[in-house]
Every structure is written in structure tokens, then in C-alpha cells.
């Protein structure tokens, strides 16, 4: 009894030890928390192609198929650069290559339109070792808007780029430049007709032709030294005027990556993933609540952005492995390689 | 004695409960957590005209002297408002554009010039009580960009317009146009000028016209409700080109607005601030690590800022009227308005 009394004091001091700890809860002693507990994973890759109201009885076998083989190509494809010693950016950017050249997907070929009619695309990369991020805006005219993003990152002292001078830049750096009209689609202008009408006619449910503002794709890759990388590419939404930004190519809205958190691509409504600063904040709830990537990106997407109003998903991935695939839309084409096996998704319950 | 031993499990196991509780850090909990602290305080306005290597002994009294009577007249004028009971929107927006109007800060009048020569405004407003924002990147004409800004957040359902097709909604906003040479001033011209010898001159340090990048424009302000809004307005670095877009139109970066955390507005090297979303990562800190508002800027200003290699500094305002105003650089042009009454400071020790 008397050795339990003694043992009783030295419990209390250090429990309140412990908390005083968490109290101080500065930079230092939160960021070697998340890297301590971040053990290396092995190579994985995620990617998504958009998140949106996407049902199977809306769906063609084909249509379906289709899918689930552009996103396995994607995910082969940066998955055999990380396989071969590649650093995490190299895969995370021709992963979004592959789906920016599938007219799938909303972004390089299948932009949705402007409401003037043409194809404004955004992208950004960052770098989750070195906290570098490149990002280019409104561009008409650059083939590869994510790989325009990296050369902002690597070429430049800039970490974003708009409108014309992006395009020279990118010209200025030896990329590949097409005619606005290579990203055009039937489809695309159809959904663009189809909105202007919708538009026009005051009584139709403006809700009702969302669904078709998304599409956007992405890619969180970690490479064999432990890096994170993370980038985000799109068209935007139909019908878009004014020269409109989204959260594509905005960092820490649409793209985050650091090594001690990890990377984030979202996809959805922008105003709302800019307004509450998505991708970053599903990284500080890591850093500064010690919460696990999966439990962060649930509460952002499944409770945050569920109060305000906001629809959309994101894929996430730290650096022991760990992916979270979240969205609060009916769908969201997705996919993550690790251990050799792709894993291609679509629906909500699958 | 025996009492003592009844109460220690008592004791423990309400200490190990309140860190469980700790532990399950849900959004609900954080966010409570800091409502039930901010108790509203009494109506305050804080501004900032840009961080630099600003020294005393490069200073005139008469420069020294205009500053000091313009930062006044930008505090008089945005707490006039709060004290009729206007909103901190309006305040933050009039005493913006007191600065933008004055060719002494690196916003509208007296605009840094691009390397083409021109003056191409950013500039940003979030609104704290509900969480919407409005931006424009890269404008020519649009006589306040605060003003457009302020206008794409509350007449569009964008939060980010850039370009020619910003400055066309402005303009159907019923916005004053004006030509781009209205923001021209002599000064910023030959800060050009150097700039671009200096540029050609590749044996000339680089770091040393780093000073001249600065001098972006900001408020963040308190109103009767208890409601903080934050804004911020620049012409950006002298010699940028590109497109480049700085940190102070992205919303997480360089302006953030939220009632149950705080408001912040920064100024400086807007790459670093966008790569480390400064200013959503001030609030970030205060809700998900329960530290004030001042710790918070300190820690991010003065520790991960300074670590990552980026200057500048943040005006950061709470709910209950705590300021706090924070940079890394030798001085910032800033002041706030509380109780009736205003302050201005210039350089670091004052």
C-alpha cells in the first residue's frame, strides 16, 4: 500500500507532464510527432478523375469499362516510374498526362467549355519533400497544362502563372503548344449547349446541370526515398466565364503535398474547396491534431464541407502508405497502386 | 489520508478523460473550443502598407512623416464606419482603398511595374461570418481592385476572376475603368529601371533589390456583431512577368477570414506565403492547437517563414479584439484603431 502511494504522486506528475507537453505544442514538437510516427511506406500511387453525381444506371458497359481501363493505364504508368527508381513528381505528372490526353476526363483533351466556347485549363504540381509547388491559370494553348505547372516549379522563380504569359513562359521553356481547339470535344460542347439553354431558361433547375462542372483529375504519388508529390489538372467548369480560377491550380486549396503531412489533389466545386482551404487543411488536422490521414480527410470532406455546402472529393496519401479516397458525391473515378496490384474504383459503394 | 486515496483514482481518471477527450478532436470539439473563448471584443480595425528593409536612417522626416499622416487617415477612415455600425467588410475595403489611392504603397496608384512596364493588380477580400471571398488576379484597368474583388464575392458565384475577364465583370459591375497608365507613378518606373539593369547584371546581388518586390496594402477588421473580415490589394513584385500571381489574391495565403479563429492579411514574398498557405495556417494553429492569435502568427512568421527562407509579415485580428502584428523583415508599415484610438509604427523596435 505504502509503495503504491509512493507510485501515486510521481502517475499525477507525469500525466500532467505529458499534457504540459502537448500544451507547449510548438512547430518543432508537433512536426517530429508526424514524422516520427511516419514510418516509410512502400511505393503507392492514387489518382482520380473527378468526383460527381456518377450512378450506374447512368452508365454503359462500355462507357464503364472505358473508364476503369484509362484509370488503370494511369495508374500503370506512373506506377512503373516509381517502380524503376522514379521520383514521386515524374509519376505523379505522367499519370495526369495519360488522363489529360483520354478524352474521359476534364482536362488537356475534354476541357469542358467556357461560356465563350473555348478551353481555359489550370494545373499545379508541388513537391512534398522540397515545398516547392509550380501552377499555371487560364491557358489556351499549352498541350500539357500539369507538365506546364512543373516547369513553373522547376524553371522559374514563380509558383504561379496566368493567361498568356504562363503560355509564353511555357513556350519560352520548349513545351509542346497545340491550337485551342486539340482539347475540343463533342461531348464537352454538347454539355456547354446544354447549359447556356438551362441558363436562358429561368425556371429549369440550375442544381440539376452541376453534375457536369466536374471532372477534374489528379494524381498523390511517394516514391521509393519516402517524397510525396502531389498535382491536380482540369478544365474547370462548364460554362465558366470571367476568367474564372478554381481550386485546381491554387496551392493549398487543390494541391498540397509535404512529407511531414501529406499530398492532397481535389476535385469538386472550387469555390468551396478555396474558401475553406481544403487540401492544406486536411494536412494541418494531421500535423497539429496527430490525426490519421484518413480520419482528416473524412472530417473535412464528409463533415466540414458537408455543413457549408461544398460537394467534392480528394485523394490523400502519407508517407508510411496510408490513402484516403473521400468524397461526398455520389462518385468519383479513383484508383491507387501499391505492392504491384492497381485498384480501379467508381461508385460510391464499391 | 484515506480520503486522499479516494480522491486520487477520482483524479487520475478525470485527467485521463480530459486527454481522451483531448484526443478525439473532432471538428465540433476545436471549433467550440475556440467560439467559447472568443468573446467578441470592442470594434477594432488593424492595416498594414507592406514589410521591407525599412530603416530610419533611409528614411526623410517629410517620407517618414507622409506614411505615418497616410496610415492615419486609412485607420480614421475604416473605424468611422465600424463606429456608425457598418460592417468590417466595408471598413477593410475603405481603408484598402485610402492606400491604393495613395502613391506612397505598392497598390493601385503606385503599383510596381511588371517587366513589360505595366501595373497588373491582384488583390483579395474574405468575408469571416460566412466564410465567402472574392478575388482578382492580374487587372489593368479596374480602377480599386478591392473594390472588384469585393464585388466578385458578393455578385458572382466565382471567388477568383483573373485577367480581361475579371476587368469585364467589373465593368458590367458598373466599376470605374480607367487606363492602366492611371497607376503609373515616376518612382516605381526607375525601380523598374533597376531592377532590369540589375537583372542584366549578372555579378550584382540579386538578393539586394529584393526590397522593392514589397509593399502590398492590407485591413482586417472587427465590427459591432462580433463579425472579422480581412483584405488585401497589390501591384505585386517589380519586374514579375509571366503572369505571375502572387500570394495576396489567394484566399489561404494571403488573406484568410474566419469569425471562430481570426482574420489575416500578409505582405512580403508571396511564393513562400502561397507554398506554406500562410495565412489559413495562422488559423489553423489557433483552432486545432487551441494558441492565441499572437502565439500563432509569432510561430509562423518568425519560425517556419524564417526556416523555409521566405520574409514578410501578417496583420492578424481575433474575435475578441486581440491584434496581432508580426513580420520577419526590418520594418512594416502598419497601425491599428481600437477604443477611439489609432496607432501607426513603422520600424522594428517601436
Same mark, same amino acid.
Given at each position: 500500500?505504502?509503495? =503504491? !502511494? +509512493?507510485?501515486?504522486?510521481?502517475?499525477?506528475?507525469?500525466?500532467?507532464?505529458?499534457?504540459?507537453?502537448?500544451?507547449?505544442?510548438?512547430? /518543432?514538437?508537433?512536426?517530429?510527432?508526424?514524422?516520427?510516427?511516419?514510418?516509410?511506406?512502400?511505393?503507392?500511387?492514387?489518382?482520380?478523375?473527378?468526383?460527381?453525381?456518377?450512378?450506374?444506371?447512368?452508365?454503359?458497359?462500355?462507357?464503364? /469499362?472505358? =473508364?476503369?481501363?484509362?484509370?488503370?493505364?494511369?495508374?500503370?504508368?506512373? %506506377?512503373?516510374?516509381?517502380?524503376?527508381?522514379?521520383?514521386?513528381?515524374?509519376?505523379? @505528372?505522367?499519370?495526369?498526362?495519360?488522363? &489529360?490526353?483520354?478524352?474521359?476526363?476534364?482536362?488537356?483533351?475534354?476541357?469542358? =467549355?467556357?461560356?465563350?466556347?473555348?478551353?481555359?485549363?489550370?494545373?499545379?504540381?508541388?513537391?512534398?519533400?522540397?515545398?516547392?509547388?509550380?501552377? @499555371?491559370?487560364?491557358?489556351?494553348?499549352?498541350?500539357?497544362?500539369?507538365?506546364?505547372?512543373?516547369?513553373?516549379?522547376?524553371?522559374?522563380?514563380?509558383?504561379?502563372?496566368?493567361?498568356?504569359?504562363?503560355?509564353?513562359?511555357?513556350?519560352? /521553356?520548349? !513545351?509542346?503548344?497545340?491550337?485551342?481547339?486539340?482539347?475540343?470535344? &463533342?461531348?464537352?460542347?454538347?454539355?456547354?449547349?446544354?447549359?447556356?439553354?438551362?441558363?436562358?431558361?429561368?425556371?429549369?433547375?440550375?442544381?440539376?446541370?452541376? *453534375?457536369?462542372?466536374?471532372?477534374? #483529375?489528379?494524381? #498523390?504519388?511517394?516514391?521509393? *526515398?519516402?517524397?510525396?508529390?502531389?498535382?491536380?489538372?482540369?478544365? $474547370?467548369?462548364?460554362?465558366? +466565364?470571367?476568367? +474564372?480560377?478554381? *481550386?485546381?491550380?491554387?496551392? $493549398?486549396?487543390?494541391?498540397?503535398?509535404?512529407?511531414?503531412?501529406?499530398?492532397?489533389?481535389?476535385?469538386?466545386?472550387?469555390?468551396?474547396?478555396?474558401?475553406?482551404?481544403?487540401? =492544406?487543411?486536411?494536412?494541418?488536422?494531421?500535423?497539429? !491534431?496527430?490525426?490519421?490521414?484518413?480520419?482528416?480527410?473524412? &472530417? #473535412?470532406? /464528409?463533415?466540414?464541407?458537408?455543413?457549408? $455546402?461544398?460537394?467534392?472529393?480528394?485523394?490523400?496519401? *502519407? +508517407?508510411?502508405?496510408?490513402?484516403?479516397?473521400?468524397?461526398?458525391?455520389?462518385?468519383?473515378?479513383?484508383? %491507387?497502386?501499391?505492392?504491384? &496490384?492497381?485498384?480501379?474504383?467508381?461508385?460510391?459503394?464499391?
Amino acid at each position: 500500500m505504502k509503495a =503504491y !502511494l +509512493r507510485i501515486v504522486p510521481i502517475l499525477i506528475v507525469s500525466i500532467l507532464f505529458t499534457s504540459c507537453i502537448k500544451d507547449e505544442k510548438t512547430e /518543432q514538437i508537433v512536426e517530429s510527432k508526424a514524422e516520427k510516427s511516419n514510418k516509410v511506406g512502400s511505393i503507392t500511387l492514387v489518382i482520380h478523375g473527378g468526383a460527381g453525381t456518377i450512378l450506374k444506371k447512368n452508365m454503359t458497359p462500355e462507357k464503364e /469499362q472505358a =473508364y476503369r481501363k484509362k484509370l488503370d493505364e494511369a495508374l500503370q504508368t506512373g %506506377y512503373a516510374i516509381l517502380e524503376e527508381g522514379g521520383t514521386s513528381m515524374s509519376a505523379v @505528372v505522367a499519370a495526369i498526362q495519360v488522363m &489529360e490526353e483520354s478524352p474521359l476526363f476534364n482536362s488537356g483533351i475534354g476541357a469542358v =467549355y467556357t461560356h465563350e466556347g473555348r478551353n481555359e485549363l489550370d494545373a499545379s504540381v508541388m513537391d512534398g519533400n522540397t515545398g516547392k509547388a509550380g501552377a @499555371v491559370a487560364g491557358v489556351t494553348t499549352i498541350k500539357s497544362p500539369i507538365r506546364a505547372a512543373l516547369e513553373v516549379m522547376n524553371n522559374s522563380p514563380h509558383v504561379m502563372m496566368a493567361g498568356p504569359g504562363a503560355e509564353t513562359f511555357a513556350e519560352e /521553356q520548349g !513545351l509542346e503548344m497545340v491550337d485551342n481547339s486539340y482539347f475540343g470535344t &463533342e461531348r464537352r460542347k454538347k454539355a456547354l449547349e446544354k447549359a447556356l439553354e438551362k441558363e436562358a431558361d429561368k425556371t429549369s433547375d440550375l442544381l440539376q446541370y452541376q *453534375d457536369w462542372k466536374y471532372g477534374t #483529375v489528379g494524381a #498523390v504519388a511517394l516514391d521509393k *526515398d519516402g517524397n510525396l508529390a502531389a498535382g491536380t489538372s482540369t478544365g $474547370g467548369m462548364t460554362n465558366k +466565364r470571367y476568367g +474564372r480560377i478554381g *481550386d485546381s491550380p491554387i496551392i $493549398g486549396a487543390g494541391t498540397f503535398a509535404e512529407n511531414i503531412s501529406c499530398g492532397v489533389s481535389a476535385t469538386g466545386h472550387g469555390e468551396y474547396f478555396i474558401r475553406n482551404a481544403v487540401a =492544406y487543411d486536411i494536412a494541418a488536422r494531421m500535423k497539429y !491534431l496527430n490525426i490519421s490521414v484518413e480520419e482528416s480527410a473524412k &472530417e #473535412v470532406i /464528409q463533415k466540414k464541407l458537408v455543413d457549408k $455546402g461544398g460537394s467534392g472529393g480528394v485523394i490523400c496519401l *502519407d +508517407r508510411s502508405g496510408n490513402i484516403a479516397m473521400e468524397f461526398n458525391t455520389l462518385g468519383m473515378y479513383r484508383g %491507387y497502386m501499391q505492392n504491384g &496490384e492497381a485498384h480501379v474504383f467508381i461508385y460510391k459503394n464499391e
